[in-house]
């Protein structure tokens, strides 16, 4: 069955760095686009990347355009997300989320990874 | 960026009971909503795309309708297990992708 296993999150200092993987299994990782959302304690769901099965097309949320960068390893069946510039509102936690083939809503997602960022 | 808004922002509904929520967005997004949900500590799980698609697994009690800006999703016999919060989502204009901000639905 798909499984997604996000690892990586903490507390970190505002303005340091920080990086996230999904590590996925279950599926042919290197055929579909993987996205990763973001909520807040408390808030709601919040896209904040995409990047296409192939590593060449990625999108950003304004919220986090220059700061945040999506890669991924196929060979690896790992997903990734470098977190540079961090601000205390990238509070969150973190999910991964793999696209669904047809039509491009989530069809699986991870558990989630928390972030912090505090001083 | 495509808005979309949910309501109510809680539902309190008795076991048993119908739980109607519903879904708008700013402008038409065709059939391309999904429905989620969501339990405390837990990650999201997908019930409805297509706007009226079940997914893989998901009960019947559980029905998806709409199209262009007005969406529903109807809990026919709310379980015990039903009570969670649930978004709505639109995959038609990306990026970005965008959620409703969320009902709750929670026992009367």
């Known amino acids: 069955q798909v499984q997604l296993v996000e690892s990586g999150g903490g507390v970190v200092q505002p303005g340091r760095s920080l990086r996230l993987s999904c590590a996925a299994a279950?599926?042919?990782?290197?055929?579909?686009?993987m996205h990763w959302v973001r909520q807040a304690p408390g808030k709601g769901l919040e896209w904040v990347t995409v990047?296409?099965?192939?590593?060449?097309?990625?999108y950003y949320a304004d919220s986090v355009m220059g700061r945040f960068t999506v890669s991924r390893d196929n060979s690896k069946n790992t997903l990734y997300l470098q977190m540079n510039s961090l601000r205390p509102e990238d509070t969150a936690v973190y999910y991964c989320?793999?696209?669904?083939?047809?039509?491009?809503?989530?069809?699986?997602w991870g558990q989630g990874t928390l972030v912090t960022v505090s001083s | 960026e495509i808005v979309m808004t949910q309501s109510p922002a809680t539902l309190s509904v008795s076991p048993g009971e119908r739980a109607t929520l519903s879904c708008r967005a700013s402008?038409?997004?065709?059939?391309?909503l999904a429905w989620y949900q969501q339990k405390p500590g837990q990650a999201p799980r997908l019930l409805i795309y297509?706007?009226?698609t079940r997914a893989t697994g998901i009960p019947v009690r559980f029905s998806g309708s709409g199209s262009g800006t007005e969406f529903t999703l109807t809990i026919s016999s709310l379980q015990s297990e039903d009570f969670a919060v649930y978004y709505c989502?639109?995959?038609?204009?990306?990026?970005?992708?965008?959620f409703g901000q969320g009902t709750k639905v929670e026992i009367k």
């Open positions: 989320a793999k696209q669904f083939a047809v039509t491009p809503h989530f069809d699986y």
């Open positions: 279950g599926f042919s990782f290197s055929t579909y686009d």
């Open positions: 990047i296409s099965y192939d590593g060449r097309n990625k």
């Open positions: 402008q038409s997004v065709s059939s391309n």
């Open positions: 297509g706007a009226s």
């Open positions: 989502q639109q995959y038609n204009n990306w990026p970005p992708w965008t």
